[in-house]
T-cell receptor
């Protein structure tokens, strides 16, 4: 049962353009969402997060949008840079609202982003 | 502090052998997590500790798997009687409370032959 799905295995974008990575979830109890970036031979690195009480969170070139009714979130990278080329994972937690931190995360399968110079 | 450290980086073992991995979290972090990642998939949760207490274990963690975190510092993950299906990247992460994403180590890649 894949509760978090990233349906696009890969995305190719030109440098300077916008990259949009999508993620869908099925568990309505998820209340906190995160995006991670992973380079080969390294562990995932935290990028940005959003709680379910918000619909947008921005950090520099990265913006995450959450549509709770559609159970969909997206990560926008503007402008895209060649150094952004990596695997991007979305992740979700159903524990955040308990006020005791989010503990276990459920990850999607990842999307390989390639930014061409 | 240089982040979350995992040892070894790579491990090749014969089917049926026991293996043990070590994770050293960021020193001030009270939570430690173990995940497993196979090719083409995202990390899958195995277990996590708050200090020395193991708070949750996934159904993925069969009887052959055991994790410990003595004294709330480093952690070990042991796999007994390894099977070819255990071949994966084993990731450790740590955090202090919540709110921000946790910090992952570079992982231990296990190959069972």
């Amino acid at each position: 049962d894949q509760q978090v799905k990233q349906n696009s295995p890969s995305l190719s974008v030109q440098e300077g353009r916008i990259s949009i990575l999508n993620c869908d979830y099925t568990n309505s109890m998820f209340d906190y969402f995160l995006w991670y970036k992973k380079y080969p031979a390294e562990g995932p690195t935290f990028l940005i997060s959003i709680s379910s009480i918000k619909d947008k969170n921005e950090d520099g070139r990265f913006t995450v949008f959450l549509n709770k009714s559609a159970k969909h979130l997206s990560l926008h990278i503007v402008p895209s840079q060649p150094g952004d080329s990596a695997v991007y994972f979305c992740a979700a937690s159903d524990r955040f609202g308990g006020g005791t931190s989010y503990g276990k995360l459920t990850f999607g399968q990842g999307t390989i982003l390639t930014v061409h110079p | 502090d240089t982040g979350v450290s995992q040892d070894p980086r790579h491990k090749i073992t014969k089917r049926g052998q026991n293996v043990t991995f070590r994770c050293d979290p960021i020193s001030e972090h009270n939570r430690l997590y173990w995940y497993r990642q196979t090719l083409g998939q995202g990390p899958e949760f195995l277990t996590y500790f708050q200090n020395e207490a193991q708070l949750e274990k996934s159904r993925l963690l069969s009887d052959r798997f055991s994790a410990e975190r003595p004294k709330g510092s480093f952690s070990t993950l042991e796999i007994q009687r390894t099977e070819q299906g255990d071949s994966a990247m084993y990731l450790c992460a740590s955090s202090w409370g919540g709110g921000a994403g946790y910090t992952f180590g570079s992982g231990t890649r296990l190959t069972v032959v």
